[in-house]
Nanobody, 125 residues
Framework: QLQLVESGGGLVQPGGSLRLSCAASGFAFNSYGIGWFRQAPGKEREAVSC????????FYADSVKGRFTISRDNTKNTMYLQMSSLEPEDTAVYYC??????????????????WGQGTQVTVSS
């Protein structure tokens, strides 16, 4: 059964760090592009960070450059999003995605991707 399961969200103070994980199963993870997206209340979902299947291309939203790092461990079928220097504006539900039809570079977009269920990240004092 195909699944993407996020974990690692929670409540953190401004300036703090969190690492999100997304465990994949049921498909050839190492041949898929992957990404993290987020949706804040009242806003549209936006791409946060993405990486191609061979790690040759990455995308970071301007708002997270220098603070977030995307990575993948194909031996564990898991992707990660290391988030540092968190700001209240980072508060959102974070979703992981995986797909074989994607554009990653100056933008990140997936077509017919698989999605996780989402994990809440709240940055507040």
């Amino acid at each position: 059964q195909l699944q993407l399961v996020e974990s690692g969200g929670g409540l953190v103070q401004p300036g703090g760090s969190l690492r999100l994980s997304c465990a994949a199963s049921g498909f050839a993870f190492n041949s898929y592009g992957i990404g993290w997206f987020r949706q804040a209340p009242g806003k549209e979902r936006e791409a946060v960070s993405c990486i191609s299947s061979n790690d040759s291309r990455t995308f970071y939203a301007d708002s997270v450059k220098g603070r977030f790092t995307i990575s993948r461990d194909n031996t564990k079928n898991t992707m990660y999003l290391q988030m540092s220097s968190l700001e209240p504006e980072d508060t959102a539900v974070y979703y992981c995605a995986a797909g074989r039809n994607y554009a990653i570079g100056r933008v990140c977009a997936f077509h017919n991707a698989y999605w996780g269920q989402g994990t809440q990240v709240t940055v507040s004092s």
